[in-house]
């Protein structure tokens, strides 16, 4: 018998059961959808991460309290980065452009009866360099405002929606506990970081917040939470972590484990990259055992078609069909449905992946590599899972097989 007649016969086959061969293809079918979804997904959770730690700003280094250890091992981090440590980076770094220090907090602002819970920010007026934030409206606070305390504040545009609508809120009046703050300013929409609204922000003169709203609680000056350095270009970002370290170190009277850490936009996003890189794998690992499963699947179809067929294989041995022609009619059949099951897995994964892509902030992508791997896989699973029914079909007696029927 040539290869094309077999085909046909295992498609007559598998037509004349509708219903038992699509369930029999379900398995397939859901592994490599979520194969192709899963890595679709975990690929997309890496650009959209890569975009995040861009728009930032370019060249920027992060300055955080505390060892690694020490904030992995304490529900408090650590207060021992300040004001005058930022200014000091500013002063005596030549590889760094700018520098702003950060205290943030969670507070209620007020506008009349209008409240809102949001991130209240304090910083210094080189945040909108290193920060790549712009001024919409109004102007942003000086190294005056921040040397006299006073108390102007700049709002995201999502909170200036909030407390004031469509009216303009440049001069009004709103309250931080308790504290009356002038309006001077509304950013530029910059949208959201790492799950993080920017633009619902209230942003205030470092010195301010820390006489005013949150209290000076650190024994070294004025405690910030994060310290934001700009490199001068791309190629001083080594230079300007190794200095930074150097002169932190000095300040800080370090002798054995520093007590902060300095990181670059290159290492957040190596981190980053690792972490869904890692739950890449995991997920697609998980979504592959329903490849697993539907092979496993076809196999115990296969065997039932076997019993079922008992008396057509033996009239098809009688009449001259050898062993091989049996084994590679069974091993057709079971690769058909892998590959239908894996081509229509394959599109339901793609238009998920779309789906997810059109209607969420993931830049979630067909990766052709899972698809080729996928699809690959599954026509693998059938023929590997088809054979050992296929063998039982052609060790089967002819003589045996007419009586049984």
Known sequence: ????????????????????????????????????????????????????????????????????????????????????????????????????????????????????????????????????????????????????????????????????GTANPIGEQIRIRNVSFQVIAVMQEKGAFLGNNQDDTVIIPLTTMSNRVTGNTSPYGTEVTVISATARDEASVNAAQFQISNLLRLRHKVTTQDDFVVRTQKDALTIVGNVTGALTLMLAAIAGISLFVGGIGIMNIMLVSVRERTQEIGLRKAIGASRQDILVQFIIEATILAAIGGVVGTAIGIGGVTLIGATTPLKAGVSTTAVILAVGVSGTIGLFFGVFPARQAAKLDPIVALRSA
């Open 1 to 164: 018998m040539d290869m094309l007649e077999s085909v046909k016969m295992a498609v007559k086959t598998l037509t004349a059961n509708k219903m038992r061969s699509t369930l029999t293809m379900l398995g397939i079918i859901i592994g490599n959808a979520s194969v192709i979804t899963m890595v679709g997904v975990g690929q997309g959770a890496q650009r959209y991460a890569s975009e995040q730690f861009e728009s930032l700003g370019p060249n920027v280094l992060f300055i955080i309290p505390g060892s690694d250890d020490a904030r992995s091992n304490s529900f408090d981090l650590p207060r021992n980065l300040t004001l005058e440590d930022a200014e000091a980076i500013a002063n005596q770094v030549p590889s760094v452009e700018a520098v702003a220090a950060q205290l943030q907090t969670q507070q209620n602002v007020t506008y009349r009866n209008r409240t809102a819970n949001t991130l209240v920010l304090g910083t210094t007026p080189e945040f909108t360099t290193v920060r790549s934030f712009d001024v919409e409206r109004g102007r942003f606070f000086t190294d005056s405002d921040v040397q006299r305390n006073t108390r102007v504040a700049a709002l995201g545009s999502e909170l200036a929606e909030k407390l004031f």
